[in-house]
């Protein structure tokens, strides 16, 4: 379900508490003359802890854009508090149609959604409201290009303003790396995982390629993520990683190889854990210790000065 006004659309994910499912779509909405839909992620096929989410431009509207065409969209991401508005989570960022996807760099991570007085999740049901704030159009181009393109505003109504504000520079189109539309910037990166993973994806069955590509952005992240020092990793990312990671499993990648990282990555961060933790302990065991000693010393530094005294 989900409801258009003013630029927002507003999408309600009913019975939360039985949903099996580790990602949802929204329905279809049309905005500065695109079709997009909303992705919801669950972590641990729960969604009554947290979630991350994605848009994307639907396959129908790049086709009637024709090739070459290209989408920014600033948005905001809002996870509205029911009971009150100054609680509501939001991420702002800028949705770039080279990766064909949009994904919030940070997962909603509020405790318990599901919390009796949290106010994210009320009967069953949590709210989310997107919000295109500007969308930039223009045609992408083989190579960088001193020629600018318009960025627009958007009308009540969710078309494209015509007002020209600014110019900015036009960006380099994506390249088909083994059937996956990515970056330029991503191209070396892909290749290697492909020659030193052969196999990775003779399973995918998703055909779609903007949902190709979504999937290989999550993939990219994953790879960052567990290059980072454990010490850097929150558990919030790693129990992340272990959901969205079982979603592309699922989805037919072959990935045996990553989810034997994410398992040394976790184990280092507990062991790291456990050593500050040991620390932490044995810093209090001696400061106990040393108020002991003083403690114990007091009364004979106290007779010793009696005995100076005399």
């Given amino acids: 379900m989900g409801d258009l006004v003013d630029n927002k659309f507003t999408w309600v994910i009913k019975n939360v508490s039985s949903l099996t499912s580790d990602m949802l779509f929204s329905n279809y909405f049309v905005i500065g003359g695109c079709s997009w839909r909303v992705v919801a992620h669950s972590r641990e096929n729960n969604f009554k802890d947290c979630l991350s989410l994605t848009l994307i431009v639907t396959e129908d509207s790049a086709q009637k854009m024709g090739s070459g065409w ?5 948005v905001s ?10 609680l509501s989570q939001r991420i ?11 994904r919030s760099g940070t997962m909603f991570s509020i405790g318990k959604l599901s919390d009796e007085y949290a106010g994210f999740m009320v009967d069953g049901e949590i709210k989310i409201v997107v919000e295109f704030l500007e969308i930039f159009d223009k045609l ?18 969710g078309e494209v303003s015509k007002d020209l504000i600014r110019e900015v520079p036009v960006i380099i ?5 083994n059937g996956f539309q990515v970056l330029p910037s991503q191209v070396e990166f892909v290749k290697r995982i492909f020659e030193k993973h052969p196999d990775i994806a003779l399973e995918f069955r998703p055909k779609n390629p903007v949902v ?3 999937y290989m952005n999550v993939l990219l992240s994953l790879i960052e993520t567990l290059r980072q020092p454990p010490r850097e990793i929150s558990k919030d990312d790693l129990a992340g990683a272990y959901g969205l990671l079982r979603s592309m499993k699922e989805a037919g990648f072959k990935l045996d190889w990553l989810e034997k990282k994410l398992n040394e990555v976790s184990e280092k961060k507990e062991n790291e854990e ?8 044995i810093e209090e065991e001696m400061k106990d210790l040393k108020e002991k000693v003083l403690d114990v010393a007091a009364p004979l530094r106290s007779e010793e000065v009696k005995r100076m005294i005399k």
């Fill in 140 to 157: 992408v181009v083989s190579k960088e290009s001193n020629q600018p393109f318009k960025k627009t505003k958007l009308n009540n109504d």
């Fill in 173 to 177: 189109e994506s390249i088909v790396v």
């Fill in 77 to 86: 991401f809002t996870l509205i508090n029911q009971i009150s508005e100054m």
């Fill in 274 to 281: 456990a050593y500050e933790t040991r620390m932490r302990e």
């Fill in 212 to 214: 190709k590509t979504a």
């Fill in 70 to 74: 290209s989408r920014y969209a600033k």
């Fill in 92 to 102: 702002e960022t800028m949705f770039d149609q080279r990766s064909s996807v949009f």
